[in-house]
């Protein structure tokens, strides 16, 4: 089993920056690809963007290319979604999730592929 614990969502104003972090335990953290998705109430989860294994291949969904960047420390076990230029179609309810992976250099981007995920954090954008 892996544990996945999400922190630092809040309330901040649009333009504003947030960094989430993602926290996991039970497992050698550099065997899974990590994503982070988002989710607002009454519509579908989004993907928001996805890191490999070692770090060396990271994908966005277009909404959040330029604004928002994904990175991990895998001696800490954390992935990092480092949000910048927030906007209020950011609010959302983020979730990290990770999917055991044999290869090191893919992502992957379906949600129903990930193996485990976290309790999500909030992020609200006011404009």
């Known amino acids: 089993q892996v544990q996945l614990v999400e922190s630092g969502g809040g309330l901040v104003q649009a333009g504003d920056s947030l960094r989430l972090s993602c926290t996991a335990s039970?497992?050698?953290?550099?065997?899974?690809?990590m994503g982070w998705f988002r989710q607002i109430p009454g519509k579908e989860r989004e993907f928001v963007g996805s890191?490999?294994?070692?770090?060396?291949?990271?994908v966005y969904t277009d909404s959040v290319k330029g604004r928002f960047t994904i990175s991990r420390d895998n001696a800490e076990n954390t992935v990092y979604l480092q949000m910048n230029t927030l906007k209020p179609e950011d609010t959302a309810v983020y979730y990290c999730?990770?999917?055991?992976?044999?290869?090191?250099?893919?992502?992957?981007?379906?949600?129903?592929?990930?193996?485990?995920w976290g309790q999500g954090t909030q992020v609200t954008v006011s404009s």
């Open positions: 039970g497992r050698t953290f550099s065997d899974f690809i």
């Open positions: 890191i490999s294994r070692e770090g060396n291949k990271i």
């Open positions: 999730a990770a999917e055991l992976h044999l290869w090191t250099n893919h992502i992957v981007a379906d949600g129903r592929q990930y193996d485990y």
